[in-house]
T-cell receptor, first 112, second 113 residues
């Protein structure tokens, strides 16, 4: 069974630039999550989708972050414009139920 | 609101020695508890989970954890570690009626020969 795919794996941008991350969840998983993991901390949930609807986006900085999940499958997370403090690993996870989440390898973002 | 405290940021240990990684949580309702492992430049992999039933939970790679409701703890143990166990370990909690996970800050397990 293929795992959660994410791209790119690494991205370096200058502050105030825009960036987008892509996630392809495990086939059949209805729930998709985006997490932000800052160095030295645990992952923090940014947004949770159930199919193509948003379940929880309470911790998403909506003035600069946006996410969508078209057709309830793939998802993209965008940052516009990026700030230095957005440097982190962005993890995508998917789950068939609420009891286990399967994580992708993450995208490491460096903002200079 | 729920929270997770991992008291040790780093735990150095020699190969074949036992190890315990500590995790305490706070929540006003029933919880489900998880331990994840993260190897360098990889995503998180589930080690084990407690949903209900026996308070001693066995996971992959020889790890086990014990849920202690009175002490609000879910410590992870392994009787004999290998070099390959070097990684970061995250404890996570979620309320039984809600699917959002709250993670601790992680404990780096450093196994040396």
């Amino acid at each position: 069974e293929a795992g959660v795919a994410q791209s790119p794996r690494y991205k370096i941008i200058e502050k105030r630039q825009s960036v987008a991350f892509w996630c392809n969840p495990i086939s059949g998983h209805a729930t998709l999550y985006w997490y932000q993991q800052i160095l030295g901390q645990g992952p923090k949930l940014l947004i949770q989708f159930q199919n193509n609807g948003v379940v929880d986006d309470s911790q998403l900085p909506k003035d600069r972050f946006s996410a969508e999940r078209l057709k309830g499958v793939d998802s993209t997370l965008k940052i516009q414009p990026a700030k230095l403090e957005d440097s982190a690993v962005y993890l995508c996870a998917s789950s068939p139920t609420s009891n286990e989440q399967f994580f992708g390898p993450g995208t490491r973002l460096t903002v200079l | 609101a729920q929270s997770v405290t991992q008291l040790d940021s780093q735990v150095p240990v020699f190969e074949e020695a036992p190890v315990e990684l500590r995790c305490n949580y706070s929540s006003s309702v029933s919880v489900y508890l998880f331990w994840y492992v993260q190897y360098p430049n990889q995503g998180l992999q589930l080690l084990l989970k407690y949903l209900s039933g026996s308070t001693l939970v066995k996971g992959i790679n020889g790890f086990e954890a014990e849920f202690n409701k009175s002490q609000t703890s879910f410590h992870l143990r392994k009787p004999s570690v290998h070099i390959s166990d070097t990684a970061e370990y995250f404890c996570a909690v979620r309320n039984s009626g809600y699917s959002t996970l709250t993670f601790g800050k992680g404990t780096m397990l450093l196994v040396s020969p």
